[in-house]
């Protein structure tokens, strides 16, 4: 089992659409969490974190997490071409303090 | 407020060379963590760095060193490179006391292994 999971997608969806972006993590250790946009070439750029239960809401970005369940997710409320990325999601576990990254989903927004 | 910068931007090296990368952190940042990122994938630890001591280490050969320097500065070395260490390599600088709240990445090293 990989420690952090994501489909690499791509997937795609309309301008001004929600897209949601799934990430499911092995680490029971893991306390905060990271979501990361990468354009083609260039570096990570951190979007959001999150480490308590539930939503947290930053402009158009949502981050959901549930721990029990070891589920972490990104949704983009009226996504825009300029959101066509690849999102990483990573973990970190204070106690090694890294971040596991998982490979990555590409999203496709299409005018 | 300079953020986390890398050098060289770009590199090329022929297999069996050795070559070393830069990084200078965050202002304000004492900590420098270290990724391989090879195409496709997501970004892989190599090593961190906190007070010019390796703390952490993930899963890379003897043939990756590093060191940090007394102003956060640091370096990245690999010996008797290989064609599959062709990667972009990442620097992240934070704070040791506020890892939770994320780190930041430099723009990366593009090396190619010919």
């Known amino acids: 089992q990989k420690e952090v999971e994501q489909n690499s997608g791509p997937l795609s969806v309309p301008e001004g659409a929600i897209a949601s972006l799934n990430c499911t993590y092995s680490?029971?250790?893991?306390?905060?969490f990271f979501w990361y946009r990468q354009y083609s070439g260039k570096s990570p750029e951190l979007i959001m974190f999150?480490?308590?239960?539930g939503d947290k809401e930053d402009g158009r970005f949502t981050a959901q997490l549930n721990k029990a369940s070891q589920y972490v997710s990104l949704l983009i409320r009226d996504s825009q071409p300029s959101d066509s990325a690849t999102y990483l999601c990573?973990?970190?576990?204070?106690?090694?303090?890294?971040?596991?990254f998982g490979t990555g989903t590409r999203l496709l927004v299409s005018p | 407020d300079a953020g986390v910068t890398q050098s060289p931007t770009h590199l090329i090296k022929t297999r069996g060379q050795q070559v070393t990368l830069r990084c200078s952190p965050k202002?304000?940042?004492?900590?420098v963590s270290w990724y391989q990122q090879a195409l496709g994938q997501g970004p892989q630890f190599i090593f961190q760095y906190y007070e010019e001591e390796e703390r952490q280490r993930g899963n890379f050969p003897d043939r990756f060193s590093g060191h940090q320097f007394p102003n956060y500065s640091s370096e990245l070395n690999v010996n008797a490179l290989l064609l599959g260490d062709s990667a972009l390599y990442l620097c992240?600088?934070?704070?040791?006391?506020?890892?939770?709240?994320?780190?930041?990445f430099g723009p990366g090293t593009r090396l190619t292994v010919t």
């Open positions: 992240a600088s934070s704070l040791t006391t506020r890892q939770v709240y994320g780190m930041d």
């Open positions: 680490d029971r250790g893991s306390q905060s």
């Open positions: 202002s304000g940042h004492d900590t």
């Open positions: 999150i480490y308590s239960n």
């Open positions: 990573a973990p970190l576990n204070t106690g090694f303090q890294k971040l596991v």
